[in-house]
């Protein structure tokens, strides 16, 4: 199993950011797959669930500005940044959650900043 997160960067507040994780190894389409972020010192912090149902969850502190969303055919995950703040700032992981085990890319940086 192999996720590759990209997209990251700078970004002032309010801006946009999307970013993709391309993945392979496992039957894509059959796992539900997510991204968390973690900033320095602190733990990992949850921000967006696509269930193999397509059913999406979302923690409040991101809900109406982050949109995940998948395609099947080129077997990448996408996570859509709108109206980012300060506190957005953090290393973004994708995750998926297979039968045998989770697996996480090795992150990309998203820095919020005037």
């Known amino acids: 199993v192999q996720l590759v997160e990209s997209g990251g960067g700078f970004v002032q507040p309010g801006g946009s950011l999307r970013l993709t994780c391309a993945a392979s190894g496992f039957a894509f389409s059959t796992f539900g797959m997510g991204w968390a972020r973690q900033v320095p010192g602190k733990g990992l912090e949850w921000v967006a669930e696509l269930y193999a149902n397509t059913d999406t969850v979302y923690p409040d502190s991101v809900k109406g500005r982050f949109t995940i969303s998948r395609d099947n055919v080129e077997k990448t995950l996408y996570l859509q940044m709108n109206n980012l703040k300060p506190e957005d700032t953090a290393v973004y992981y994708c995750?998926?959650?297979?039968?045998?085990?989770?697996?996480w890319g090795q992150g990309t940086q998203v820095t919020v900043s005037s």
């Open positions: 995750y998926v959650g297979t039968w045998s085990d989770d697996y």
